[in-house]
């Protein structure tokens, strides 16, 4: 019985593995605009270079300036105010399977005998105030675009979103419709348009996510880019007295 429940959990862990990957996503922590890299409510530390691309825009669609600040173990996002959306880059390297099963961060071609390698790239989209309709994408190669604006939802409202790979629909992409929450769970897939329907989940921040990932078989470095894109937003949060 207790073999029974070692080799149960063991194909648990890895289903888990194989299904999920690490996201990234902005949230407000100690009072900054952070961007957080993790799967579930598992946050980890990364180094700051890793983050390449921060963008903010205003409500109306306007560019504003924003930059990134390395904090430690993480980074911060430093933007005007009046900044309603931002997109984030993370640029994870390679992922490189040893010849004994363990991982490590370099490429596949640095490792003898390597059984795979991935060089993985993330990607966030997200909202913290409202945007007055649709906000237009960000152009990151994967994005997950709501098509209305997300800041006056609730919890159990239906909310629209169209899934973009380099630009142009994704289909067939099943959706972590609560990716801190609830990461075991995939929601609805995205028909021909990339479009899906999701439920709001929460009550303040809300993390939906999605993977995608393309093989690459003349690159000695890798045996496919493996992309993971979230849209993160902040519903209209009011603190009950």
Do not use: C
């Not at 825009?57 to 911060?76: E, M, Q, S, Y």
């Not at 909310?159 to 142009?168: M, R, S």
């Amino acid at each position: 019985m207790k073999l029974m429940r070692l080799l149960a959990a063991a194909a648990a862990l890895g289903a888990a593995t194989a299904a999920h990957a690490h996201g990234v996503w902005l949230a407000d922590r100690a009072g900054a605009l952070t961007v957080v890299y993790g799967v579930g409510p598992q946050d980890e530390a990364y180094r700051p270079d890793k983050v390449t691309r921060i963008e903010a825009r205003a409500a109306d669609g306007t560019p504003l300036a924003a930059k990134l600040a390395a904090n430690g173990r993480n980074v911060i996002v430093e933007a005007p105010r009046e900044a309603a959306s931002f997109a984030t880059t993370l640029d994870n390297g390679f992922w490189t399977k040893g010849p004994d099963g363990k991982f490590r961060n370099v490429r596949k071609s640095e490792v003898p005998d390597a059984q795979s390698a991935s060089h993985t790239v993330k990607f966030n989209t997200h909202v913290r105030a409202s945007t007055g309709g649709a906000p237009k994408p960000f152009g990151l190669t994967l994005e997950i675009v709501p098509l209305v604006d997300v800041h006056p939802l609730t919890p159990g409202d239906e909310l629209p979103v169209q899934v973009l790979f380099e630009g142009k629909p994704l289909k067939g992409a099943a959706l972590f419709v609560d990716y801190v929450n609830d990461a075991n769970t995939r929601g609805a897939k995205t028909d021909a348009d990339g479009k899906a329907t999701l439920k709001v989940r929460n009550d303040g921040l809300n993390v939906i996510g999605v993977a995608f990932s393309q093989p690459t078989p003349d690159d000695k470095d890798a045996d496919k880019i493996g992309y993971f894109a979230t849209l993160s937003f902040v519903t209209a949060f009011v603190e009950n007295d």
